[in-house]
């Protein structure tokens, strides 16, 4: 049953509906109690009342449990017993009215006590069938008042009224003394005067349960008519029985006559009936009064309210103008776009600009169909999107209407906007920064590496001074000498024998000038015109120059110029070069081994080499170190050692951007080892 | 007046070497006078004349650049063999290079009593003959 709602009584209803249930069930134990043990004033309550029948005060014990019960119905316990009460009540009244109907005795009117003090046209302990007819009807009700049938409610709420008029009007004849037996009428509605007012406090208790059905409704609603029907009726009800018993009385008591006391109820129910509608006017026009002034300040409030909307939605249009103007005016490229298919919602003029694009090609499209961006890059930015809730200054690849790529800045965040979900993301194309950012790359690489040249131009020019000091010194300091003795010299013997001197030494200078010489030519033409060389082409040119020492040694050669089979560079250099390494690598053979020379080429990163390696007599590298490329720094006995060819090699190398270095090991051999592009 | 000392020149250039045995002879400035061509050669001739008081130079004249031995690498030979030396050696190194790093190394050898820029003039060669000579004799 769906009863918790109709259940929310406030507490304070709760606790009067517990006490009226509570009164019920302690007037039936009272009256019992009376019986057992033959009190007839407690069994009537009042001192020579009617006394209320054992059977009744039962039911009255069972309904009022019940009556309680209700309130609980929400849960099993409580329901099933409230409907196991209510069939008890019904059973014990339709059995009663049946034995008045048929004549017959179930022997249930002095099951438990006695009735002594019975009425004489009226059987011993039996209820009256108006008692019997009220107790089916509130125990029907009690069964239908939480029905979800609405019929049911209703039929409940009607039976419930009907027990209330019932006990109102023998209410009515008690109050107006009028004499039990006198009519027919009375003994159909004979009941015990507490028995009326159990039914009349317990009907119209439970009808208040349903209080928006029936009669009740009419007094429980909030509207104006409730409000006077709240007012007027108990009124009306108490001037209607004080004037009814008034006149009652001054009639038995023959004061006047019947007809007179009618006409004088009539005038006088005509005149306190204008007193109070009087009074209820006021009242309805007090209240129609606060009405009006509270429908004024509603007034009053809703004109504030539409004025703050006004201001509101004025404030809004401005900062809207002033969102519009931002995005129309700013220099980054502004798109909204749907979150799920990258739909364009919105774009500002900048981006139009980047892209290359009409306004109305852009809206209503995505970035992959117009190919602005590749479906990877939209997947990567919106993976970061979703990752960190924001991406920043990303680089991103995109491309313009014409194809053109652009690289951008690219930055975005989430927006909500009519409760979606969008993207609002901004562009800086910065294609032309880059350009520039590549250029001043490009001139400080370009400055980097004049750098590197001149640092060891002047390396170079500082070892060409060291040269001079060492090659030119000697000889000069010699010829001093020799002018020395000269002067001193007194025979032409020694004379002539000094001479000799003089020419060694004369032609000693000579060498080391033109040597000097040619390295200074190749430190000045760096610009020496190069050209796509094989290497195997110069090997073999460099072969036949060497023949002689060759064949000679007998020398093995393995090369392997696959990884770099050629190189742009100056002939002459690369011949020279080679001829130098190979022919080096033969004159300083081992005189234990066949000489074998591997010539190796490689290419790392773009950097071109070219490796020479002997099995000869090597060098002693910890100590010749520093002086293996010198002028005339000769490591071997030879006879044909000078001490040129590797310090014109490392010129040439150098001149043009490259580096030479040598390993080796004494009597195993050396390697040389020619980067041909180190520098530039 | 005899001279008591032995001589010693290294140096690849045969022109000084032509020259300093002019000076040695014109002078008188040695009882013998040893020439090598590169520092190998000379270590040689030590190493076989440990004992040979009569045989070992009292002054050496050093050159720096030279094939094969440098007088860098003699020095290092030179104090290792020195121990085992029968005699005192006075080490001049004589060179025609002006470079400080050279100059510098020098000094940082403590066998090397001087370092001297060519040309070396006879008087100076006399010079410095005579300056180790006045040594001994103060010594002895």
Known sequence: MPLTAKLNFSSRSLALFNLIGGGIITIGFIVIVGWLFHFKNLCGLLPNAAPMKFNTALCFLLLGAAFILLFYCDKYLPRRVCKALSYIVIGIAVLSLSQDAFGWSAGIDQLFVTDPWSYP????????????????????????????????????????????????????????????????????????????????????????????????????????????????????????????????????????????????????FLLISLFLIRDTLTDMNRLDLERSKAEEETKALNRNLEDMVMRRTLD???????????????????????????????????????????????????????????????????????????????????????????????????????SQQFMISFLYDITDLKQVERNLQDAKKDLEILTDKLTYQNKRLLEFAQITSHNLRSPVSNLNLLIHFYKESETAEDKHDLWTNFETVVQ??????????????????????????????????????????????????????????????PKSYLESILLNLVSNAIKYRSPDRQPQIKIVADNVDGQLSLSVEDNGLGIDMIRHKQSLFGLRKTFHRHAEARGLGLFI???????????????????????????????? | MSKPHILCFIDDDEIYQYTIARSVR???????????????????????????????????????????????????????????????????????????????????????????????????????????????????
């Open chain 1, 121 to 268: 046209f009226l059987l011993p302990g039996r209820m009256t069938p108006m008692v019997d007819f009220c107790f089916i009807a509130v125990g029907l009700s009690f069964l239908g008042i939480h029905s979800s049938h609405i019929a049911f409610r209703n039929m409940a709420q009607y039976l419930l009224h009907t027990v209330t008029i019932i006990s109102l009007v023998v209410l009515m004849e008690y109050i107006f003394s009028a004499s039990p037996q006198s009519s027919r009428f009375s003994m159909l509605t004979m009941m015990a005067v507490s028995t009326t007012l159990c039914f009349l406090l317990l009907s119209s208790a439970a009808s208040a349960i349903n209080y928006n059905l029936g009669f009740i409704s009419i007094f429980t609603g909030s509207e104006i008519g409730n409000i006077v029907a709240r007012k007027l009726f108990p009124r009306m009800v108490v001037i209607l029985i004080v004037l009814g018993y008034v006149s009652v009385e001054l009639e038995r008591k023959n004061y006047i006559s019947a007809e007179f006391g009618v006409i004088l109820s009539t005038l006088s």
């Open chain 2, 26 to 140: 014109t002078h008188e400035l040695a009882k013998k006078t040893l020439i090598f061509g590169d520092g190998e050669q000379a270590i040689g001739y030590l190493t076989e004349n440990l004992n040979n008081h009569e045989e070992l130079p009292d002054i050496i004249f050093l050159d720096i650049n030279m094939p094969i031995m440098d007088g860098w690498h003699f020095m290092d030979e030179f104090i290792s063999l020195k121990p085992r030396l029968n005699k005192q050696i006075v080490i001049y190194m004589i060179t025609s290079s002006v470079d400080p790093i050279d100059y510098d190394h020098a000094k940082r050898i403590s066998e090397i009593s001087d370092y001297i820029v060519k040309p070396i003039k006879p008087e100076m060669l006399r010079e410095l003959v005579e300056k180790v000579e006045r040594n001994n004799n103060l010594v002895n």
């Open chain 1, 508 to 569: 000693h200078l000579n060498v080391t000038l033109d040597e000097l010489l040619e390295t200074l030519k190749i430190q000045e033409d760096t610009t020496k015109q190069r050209e796509e060389l094989a290497f195997n082409d110069v090997l073999s040119r460099v072969k036949d120059m060497l023949v002689g020492q060759i064949k000679e040694s007998n020398a093995i050669f393995v090369t392997d110029f696959s990884k770099a089979p050629t190189i742009r560079y």
């Open chain 1, 316 to 418: 809004l249009k401005q900062s809207n103008d002033r969102f519009i103007k931002i995005l129309n005016s700013s220099p980054a490229g502004i798109s909204l776009s749907s979150l799920d298919k990258g739909i364009y919602v919105d774009v500002n003029p900048s981006l139009l600009e980047i892209l290359g694009y009409q306004r109305d090609e852009v809206i209503g499209h995505t970035s992959a169909e117009l190919n602005i961006v590749t479906a990877e890059t939209r997947k990567s930015m919106l993976s970061e999107l979703h990752n960190k809730g924001y991406v920043r200054n990303a680089d991103i690849v995109l491309k313009n209407k014409d194809g053109r790529e652009l690289l951008c800045k690219f930055s975005a965040e989430f927006i909500d906007y009519n």
């Open chain 1, 649 to 680: 090699t490392k010129t040439q190398i150098e001149a043009m951007g490259g580096e030479i270095s040598a390993e080796s090991e004494v009597d195993k051999g050396t390697t040389f080892k020619v980067i041909f592009n180190k520098h530039f």
